[in-house]
C-alpha cells in the first residue's frame, strides 16, 4: 500500500491552505528547492560550464524522460523533455502529419484545451493544400473517425470538465481508419493510471508542472512509439535534435529516436527541480492513486451536493468517466473561486462558468477535502462570494 502520510510529508505545504489546485500548479516539493540550490551553487557556480560533462546536463532530458515514462507505462528511451506543451504537441503533430500522405483533416473536440486547437490550426495553415482541423463534441468522437483523418489528437482529460477519453478504445478506432493518434496528458500524467504502450498510442504529449510538481515553467515532455521513432520527422530541428550536436554540420541528421524531438539547450534548473519532484513517486503504486484519488472526489461531491444546490455537477459522475478533478457550474463562478480563496481553499475557474478543484492524493487528506467542501458550503449559503472585490478579475483566473 502506497503510504500517502509520507509523501503529503514531501512537500511543502502553507499553513491553513487547502490546496485543491494541483491540477494546475504542483505545489513545492521539499526536494526540489534544495535540488535547484544545489546545482546553482555547487555546480553552475562551482563547475560553471564544465557542469554539462561533469555533472551530467546534457543527459537530463533522457534521464528525466525515462522517468515520466515509467509513470505513462512507456518504455526507456521514448520520452524527452524540453521546450513547452503547445511546442510538443507541434512536433507531435507535424511527425504524425508526415506519416499519413495523403489525408489531410486532424480530427479534435470542441473540449480540447485551446493551445492545442491554436497549433493545429496553424500547422494546417502552414501545411495549407487542403489540410484541415475538424472538431466535434467528445462524445462524438469515435464516430468521426474515418478514412479521411490523418491525426486523431485528443486531451485525455478534459481541461474544465474532467471528462475521461478512453484511450485505449479510441486509439484502437484510430488505428483501424488507419489514423495516428497524438494524446495530451496534461491532465492524466501523474492523476490517473496511464498506458501508452497498453494502449497502443502513436505520439504522447504532456507538462510537468500539474501533478507531476515539477513548479511553474517546468517543461514539457513528448513520447514517441518505438514503432515511429526512427520514421518520425523532426519539423522543428534544433540543434540538440541533431544526431551529433557539437560537430556543428552545416545539414541537419537527425538523433536516432525520440531525441531528435529535443530542440534547444534544455532549461537545467527547471529540469533539475523536475528531476527532483519525481522522488516523490517512488513506492507509489498507479492503483492506489487512482483509488484514493477516486475516494476524495467522491466525497467532495457528496458533501457540496448536499450543501450547495445552486452549484451544478459539470464533471461526469461516474468516477471511471473523470479524471482527478471535479468541476462545478455558477453563473459567479468566479467570484465564488476567490471567496473561497480568501477562505484558504484554493481552486480555480475556467470561463465561462466552471468552479474546478482537484484531488491529489500525494498531498490531500480525506479531511482537507470534507472542510473545503463545508466552506464552499457556508460561502454558498452566506453569499459571501456577492462582492464586487470577488468579481474583480485578475490576469490568471
Not at 509523501?7 to 494546475?24: H, K, M, Q
Not at 499519413?100 to 500547422?123: E, H, Q
Request: negative net charge.
Amino acid at each position: 500500500m502506497t503510504d500517502f502520510a509520507a509523501t503529503r510529508a514531501a512537500f511543502e505545504l502553507p499553513e491553513g491552505v487547502i490546496y485543491l489546485d494541483g491540477n494546475s500548479l504542483g505545489p513545492l516539493p521539499r526536494g526540489a528547492a534544495d535540488r535547484a540550490a544545489r546545482v546553482m551553487r555547487e555546480e553552475w557556480g562551482g563547475m560553471l560550464i564544465t557542469a554539462w560533462n561533469r555533472a551530467g546536463w546534457m543527459d537530463l532530458p533522457g534521464r528525466v524522460g525515462d522517468r515520466i515514462g515509467r509513470l505513462i507505462g512507456a518504455p526507456a528511451g521514448s520520452v524527452t523533455t524540453g521546450d513547452t506543451l503547445s511546442i510538443k504537441v507541434w512536433q507531435a503533430l507535424a511527425a504524425a502529419t508526415r506519416l499519413r500522405p495523403g489525408r489531410r483533416v486532424i480530427l479534435s473536440d470542441t473540449g480540447n484545451f485551446p493551445s492545442d486547437l491554436y497549433m493545429a490550426t496553424g500547422l494546417c495553415r502552414l501545411l495549407g493544400d487542403g489540410w484541415r482541423l475538424e472538431t466535434v463534441a467528445p462524445e462524438a468522437v469515435a464516430g468521426a473517425i474515418d478514412d479521411r483523418v490523418a491525426v486523431l489528437m485528443l486531451t485525455e482529460v478534459d481541461y474544465r470538465t474532467g471528462r475521461l477519453h478512453d484511450m485505449a478504445d479510441l486509439t484502437a478506432r484510430a488505428h483501424a481508419a488507419g489514423a495516428i493518434t497524438v494524446w495530451d496528458l496534461a491532465h492524466s500524467a501523474g492523476a490517473i493510471a496511464v498506458d501508452v504502450t497498453g494502449a497502443g498510442a502513436d505520439f504522447a504529449v504532456g507538462c510537468t508542472y500539474k501533478y507531476l510538481n515539477g513548479g511553474p515553467g517546468a517543461p514539457a515532455f513528448i513520447y514517441a512509439a518505438p514503432r515511429h521513432a526512427e520514421a518520425a520527422e523532426a519539423a522543428l530541428s534544433g540543434w540538440l535534435g541533431h544526431a551529433a550536436p557539437f560537430e556543428f554540420e552545416a545539414a541537419y541528421r537527425p538523433a536516432p529516436g525520440v531525441a531528435r524531438m529535443r530542440v534547444g539547450t534544455p532549461p537545467i534548473l527547471q529540469l533539475a527541480a523536475l528531476d527532483a519532484a519525481l522522488d516523490v513517486w517512488e513506492g507509489v503504486s498507479p492503483a492506489d492513486l487512482r483509488a484514493a484519488s477516486i475516494r476524495l472526489s467522491e466525497a467532495f461531491i457528496a458533501r457540496v451536493e448536499a450543501g450547495c444546490p445552486d452549484l451544478t455537477l459539470a464533471a461526469p459522475r461516474d468516477p471511471a468517466h473523470r479524471g482527478s478533478q471535479v468541476s462545478f457550474r455558477h453563473p459567479e463562478g468566479y467570484a465564488i473561486v476567490q471567496a473561497l480563496i480568501a477562505r484558504g481553499v484554493i481552486g480555480d475557474f475556467r470561463a465561462p462558468d466552471i468552479l474546478r478543484f482537484g484531488f491529489a492524493p500525494l498531498y490531500l487528506t480525506l479531511e482537507e477535502v470534507e472542510r473545503a467542501a463545508d466552506i464552499l458550503t457556508e460561502v454558498m449559503a452566506g453569499r459571501a462570494w456577492d462582492s464586487e472585490a470577488f468579481r474583480r478579475r485578475a490576469a490568471v483566473t
